[in-house]
Nanobody, 127 residues
């Protein structure tokens, strides 16, 4: 089992920045690729960003490229999502997730392929 706890969300204005954190406990953190997803009211959960186990490679949704940065600190069992230049369209609950045994590139961007999820942190961006 892996337990994931997100933090760092909040109510901000358009153009502001936040740093979301996801602390992991349980099994070996470095065994898991990590992803961030978000879900807005009435919409499906969507991929935001992912990072490989070592942190050497990252992946982003087109909608956040250049504004969001995912990183991980394996010594602290934590993955981060730096979110800059926020827009009202970024308003959603942000979830982190852990994926064991990646077998294809699509694993990173597909929510149902992740094994563990956090409870989410709300990000609200006002215009």
């Amino acid at each position: 089992q892996v337990q994931l706890v997100e933090s760092g969300g909040g109510l901000v204005q358009a153009g502001d920045a936040l740093r979301l954190s996801c602390a992991a406990s349980g099994r070996t953190f470095t065994s898991y690729a990590m992803g961030w997803f978000r879900q807005a009211p009435g919409k499906e959960r969507e991929f935001v960003a992912a990072v490989t186990r070592s942190g050497a490679s990252t992946f982003y949704a087109d909608s956040v490229k250049g504004r969001f940065t995912i990183s991980r600190d394996n010594a602290k069992n934590t993955v981060y999502l730096q979110v800059n230049s926020l827009k009202p369209a970024d308003t959603a609950v942000y979830y982190c997730a852990a994926k064991y045994a990646v077998t294809s590139g699509t694993d990173y961007i597909t929510p149902v392929r992740y094994d563990y999820w956090g409870q989410g942190t709300q990000v609200t961006v006002s215009s």
